[in-house]
């Protein structure tokens, strides 16, 4: 299955948290699965870092070196496409971070692992009246 982490998921995972559901965890686990991060998720990051919104255990490059390239968690590169297809969402979610990585997830036909419902939402099954894909 390929799965698309969102930010919360992929720190989430890299911290151990109990906010993780077991399921969601042996997802992303699984090395079966193609897993990806979009490069909006280490931007959201590294905003959250700046204004001290968040803390790393490491640095930057550290935690992308370490967790991403040394789980096999693929990037997922920004394309022309994912913004095409961002412009046509709904305005029911107001986070920008989370509008791209749904809007990636549409256009890659991949599930996104959304944390807001701790488990895989299908990138077919488009939005809902409460902006929940």
């Given at each position: 299955?390929?799965?698309?982490?969102?930010?919360?998921?992929?720190?989430?995972?890299?911290e151990?948290?109990?906010?993780l559901?077991d399921?969601?965890?042996n997802?992303?686990?699984?090395?079966?699965?193609?897993?990806?991060?979009?490069?909006?998720?280490?931007?959201?990051?590294?905003?959250?870092?700046s204004?001290?919104?968040?803390?790393?255990?490491?640095?930057?490059?550290?935690?992308?070196?370490?967790?991403?390239?040394?789980?096999?968690?693929?990037?997922?590169?920004?394309?022309?496409?994912?913004?095409?297809?961002?412009?046509?969402?709904?305005?029911y979610?107001?986070?920008?971070?989370?509008?791209?990585?749904?809007?990636?997830?549409?256009?890659?036909?991949?599930?996104r692992?959304?944390?807001?419902?701790?488990?895989?939402?299908?990138a077919?099954?488009?939005?809902?009246?409460?902006?929940?894909?």
């Amino acid at each position: 299955m390929r799965l698309l982490l969102d930010t919360h998921t992929f720190l989430w995972f890299i911290e151990g948290s109990f906010n993780l559901s077991d399921t969601a965890k042996n997802f992303i686990e699984d090395r079966g699965n193609q897993r990806f991060l979009s490069i909006a998720s280490l931007w959201e990051i590294s905003i959250k870092v700046s204004i001290d919104k968040l803390k790393l255990e490491m640095t930057f490059t550290e935690l992308v070196k370490q967790q991403i390239y040394g789980n096999a968690i693929e990037l997922l590169e920004i394309r022309p496409e994912h913004l095409d297809e961002l412009a046509k969402l709904p305005s029911y979610h107001k986070d920008p971070f989370d509008r791209l990585i749904i809007s990636q997830s549409l256009v890659e036909s991949i599930h996104r692992l959304d944390l807001s419902l701790n488990k895989v939402k299908s990138a077919i099954s488009g939005w809902d009246e409460t902006g929940k894909c």
